[in-house]
């Protein structure tokens, strides 16, 4: 089973508990629900771990469950759970993928109306709303049965919660949401919340937080956004609207001294409140959107807090940064005053991998933009140098005599504009690591160049053994100094493979090798939890836009932002020192 399987299991399992006894089950669902989101955004598969013993290394997967996971990959099914999903139809946990349709919901229809198997479920459940069937069913009625119906529509049209965006897509879309929202005199500030503000690399939907006196007012004045096309439920501080591309929106609303309390609790993640919880719990607190409650002389009182910062201070811990509330050892060290300094975008002096358009006749995509161009970017995002990385050439149409020409003439214009400006210009090329782990061009090619990156773009297939010594070969030619998006994944289109992490870390630490974070919207590759692994290694990572056109280049934010989720601070990235230090290093110096 692969990753997203046993999670879809996982949280059907939890969706059981809650069906048959949500307070009595209450751990075993949250325990469940965790361990899926886990599994879900794990960068390895599951199934590799287990057989490498390393599933007890994997966050959120307890002695019970670990249990249930190897009882999973030695007999294809677990005992356990045909107990816990007895009595359950399979039908149910199809309708659940019908945004609102929630697991009581979906259990009492698919009884009331005996469907039962999953792959008619959504179909037959509209048939019998369009007949007016379940408005005749106690707890539901005539608007319950439309909205239902809607909802079917709109799930088989993609729109609601069932598709993820990539995160930069889904930040850019609630930044024009926050710059509608201040056109309100009434919105005194307005952030973005969940996994959004966190910036996970996929998003389900954009979740908005509001301070303000006035919440009617900013409520009617959100529903008039142009994009927006029906609202699904409003009410006096909340609201929910699906907007154009079908993605819901949902606004929530809190006077502004209890606004640090509603952004730290809807940021999350899950797991983050859940130990927050915990720890307020043994002071005899009690934590909500809209503040803290304790007992003060005697009486239960609630304190407000119109910052994060004032509301982590009362839980006697420093901020932390949304990124990484995660619950992965954040909170620890929030409590010692202990957390990382993270790296910013402002401490970003250059770029590595950049897509010119000048005609190298590559193996793969060619730029749009000339270098010139591309170092004009450059000079007004204040860069101290950016290199140049266009794909080699294609070696099936070229000789390697024609190869060579094309580099060299591409490394002459290099020096040509270059005198131009006062940005230092990097020559170095994206080369190919072939099915054989050889470079696709000679050592001729490769020693006119300051350096290359070295990348993965065809034969994904095969196995972790083989995949693994492919990279290491390439990775150990002198002149290779980055490995350029190193999963090879493609968010929402493309598993990325399998590599032996700890044999690749290792090599690149006694090697001085660089792991690129990919910022392309796609790619956002290295995986955080990976990011976290290669650091304990001391590794040199850089964090690249991969940029094919001069305004890509501002994509630089979203890998920022991945870096920041693995915990990577300003020293572990090559491309924040000076040129100096930055080069002696990219060249195996340091």
């Not at 819901?248 to 952004?263: A, I, T, Y």
Request: a positive charge; aromatic letters at 8%; glycine letters at 6%.
């Amino acid at each position: 089973m692969t990753n997203k399987e046993i999670a879809k299991l996982f949280r059907n399992i939890a969706a059981a508990y809650r069906i048959k006894n949500e307070k009595k089950f209450y751990f075993q669902m949250i325990a469940y629900e965790n361990a899926a989101d886990t599994i879900d955004a794990l960068p390895e598969q599951l199934k590799n771990l287990y057989k490498e013993g390393r599933l007890e290394n994997v966050p959120n997967i307890g002695k019970t469950i670990k249990g249930r996971i190897e009882e999973l990959f030695k007999k294809g099914k677990v005992s356990h759970f045909q107990h816990v999903l007895e009595g359950i139809p399979p039908a149910v946990f199809e309708i659940m993928e019908i945004p609102s349709m929630g697991p009581k919901k979906a259990f009492k229809l698919s009884l009331e109306f005996n469907i039962i198997k999953p792959e008619t479920a959504i179909d037959m459940l509209e048939k019998i709303a369009k007949s007016g069937e379940i408005s005749k069913v106690p707890g539901f009625g005539e608007k319950s049965e439309k909205d239902i119906i809607r909802a079917i529509e709109e799930f088989k049209l993609g729109k609601g919660k069932t598709t993820r965006m990539v995160v930069p897509i889904a930040y850019e879309a609630g930044q024009k949401i926050l710059e509608y929202l201040y056109y309100s005199k009434y919105v005194k500030q307005a952030e973005l919340l969940g996994s959004l503000r966190r910036m996970m690399p996929t998003v389900g939907d954009i979740d908005i937080a509001v301070s303000t006196d006035k919440p009617k007012e900013v409520i009617n004045h959100f529903i008039k956004m142009p994009s927006i096309e029906r609202v699904i439920e409003k009410g006096p501080s909340t609201v929910s609207v699906l907007a154009l591309g079908g993605k819901q929106v949902d606004l929530m609303s809190q006077p502004p001294k209890s606004f640090g309390s509603l952004l730290q609790h809807f940021t999350g993640s899950k797991n983050h409140n859940v130990h927050l919880r915990e720890i307020a719990l043994k002071k005899g607190m009690s934590l909500s959107e809209r503040g803290i409650k304790l007992k003060e002389n005697g009486k239960v009182i609630l304190k407000t807090y119109d910052t994060e910062e004032k509301f982590y201070k009362a839980l006697g811990m420093d901020w932390i940064p949304p990124e990484i509330r995660e619950d992965l050892g954040e909170i620890e060290k929030a409590q010692k005053h202990d957390l990382p300094n993270l790296i910013e975008l402002s401490d970003i002096r250059g770029d590595f991998h950049i897509h010119s358009s000048f005609p190298i006749e590559p193996s793969h995509d060619l730029g749009r933009n000339s270098i010139d161009e591309m170092l004009n970017k450059a000079k007004s995002l204040n860069y101290e140098y950016l290199a140049f990385s266009e794909h080699n050439p294609s070696i099936s149409k070229h000789t390697s005599r024609q190869i060579y020409d094309l580099v060299a003439k591409r490394n002459d214009e290099i020096d040509k504009v270059s005198q131009l400006y006062k940005i230092k210009i990097i020559k170095m090329m994206e080369v190919d690591i072939l099915p054989s782990g050889k470079l696709a061009v000679d050592d001729k090619v490769l020693n006119i160049l300051d350096g290359v990156i070295v990348s993965i773009h065809s034969v994904f297939g095969m196995d972790i053994g083989q995949m693994t010594e492919r990279v290491l070969k390439g990775l150990s030619h002198e002149k290779a100094r980055i490995l350029a998006h190193p999963t090879g994944r493609l968010l929402n289109k493309r598993n990325g493979y399998e590599l032996n992490w700890d044999k690749l870390f290792d090599f690149c630490k006694k090697n001085k090798k660089i792991i690129e974070i990919n910022s392309w919207p796609y790619r956002l590759d290295l995986p955080d939890p990976l990011i976290r692994e290669a650091k304990k290694y001391g590794i040199k990572f850089s964090i690249d836009t991969d940029s094919h056109a001069a305004e890509q280049m501002e994509l630089m934010r979203y890998g920022v932002a991945l870096a920041r989720r693995g915990w990577a601070e300003k020293d572990d990235i090559l491309n924040t020192f000076d040129y100096n230090r930055m080069i002696k290093i990219l060249k195996g110096g340091e």
